[in-house]
T-cell receptor
Framework: KAGVTQTPRYLIKTRGQQVTLSCSPI?????VSWYQQTPGQGLQFLFE???????NKGNFPGRFSGRQFSNSRSEMNVSTLELGDSALYLC????????????FGPGTRLLVL | AQKITQTQPGMFVQEKEAVTLDCTYD???????LFWYKQPSSGEMIFLIY??????QNATEGRYSLNFQKARKSANLVISASQLGDSAMYFC????????????FGRGTSLIVHP
């Protein structure tokens, strides 16, 4: 079974631009979570989607948004990029979420100049 | 709010030796789960082991075992017979299983296995 895939793997943007990251979960998994990882703040939860609905949300500004499609694929959007948004963005999937083990993708490394 | 503390920023171990990575947690909720993940330099987080707060026995998965001491609120990861491929960052994480299931991660421990 294929793992979680994320595209693109690397991205360079400039301040003020917006960016969309994509995540395809493991086949059959309906819960998709997004995380931001930076050297300063560590790993922080962004949000979780289940059956096309945002079920949980972390403490991030409204510039960070996401959505999930009927095939469980998910996208994350960051508008008006700031230098501090430079990070590794990780996506994780599980069957239905909750206390289930999450399986992570390789991440998208975003650099904002 | 829950908190995870990993006090060892870096650890060195010789190949084939055992190593313990420390993790302490703080929560007043009685229902929680503890995870350990490995993150190689490639970036992908790899699930290693899980322990529920009501589990009576310590979790084990191959060379990985979790030394769960509930009273001390610690959930240390023990890697037996270290291999060169074990060199990576290791993260401890917790979720409240009676709540929103939003995980909290520690800052991680960098493990280097040398020959």
């Amino acid at each position: 079974k294929a793992g979680v895939t994320q595209t693109p793997r690397y991205l360079i943007k400039t301040r003020g631009q917006q960016v969309t990251l994509s995540c395809s979960p493991i086949s059959g998994h309906r819960s998709v979570s997004w995380y931001q990882q930076t050297p300063g703040q560590g790993l922080q939860f962004l949000f979780e989607y289940f059956s096309e609905t945002q079920r949980n949300k972390g403490n991030f500004p409204g510039r960070f948004s996401g959505r999930q499609f009927s095939n469980s694929r998910s996208e994350m959007n960051v508008s008006t990029l700031e230098l501090g948004d430079s990070a590794l963005y990780l996506c994780a999937s599980s069957l239905v979420g909750g206390e289930e083990t999450q399986y992570f993708g390789p991440g998208t490394r975003l650099l904002v100049l | 709010a829950q908190k995870i503390t990993q006090t060892q920023p870096g650890m060195f171990v010789q190949e084939k030796e055992a190593v313990t990575l420390d993790c302490t947690y703080d929560t007043s909720d009685p229902s929680y789960g503890l995870f350990w993940y490995k993150q190689p330099s490639s970036g992908e987080m790899i699930f290693l082991i899980y322990q529920g707060s009501y589990d009576q026995q310590n979790a084990t998965e191959g060379r990985y075992s979790l030394n769960f001491q509930k009273a001390r609120k610690s959930a240390n990861l023990v890697i037996s017979a270290s291999q060169l491929g074990d060199s990576a960052m290791y993260f401890c994480a917790m979720i409240l299983t009676g709540g929103s299931y939003i995980p909290t991660f520690g800052r991680g421990t960098s493990l280097i296995v040398h020959p």
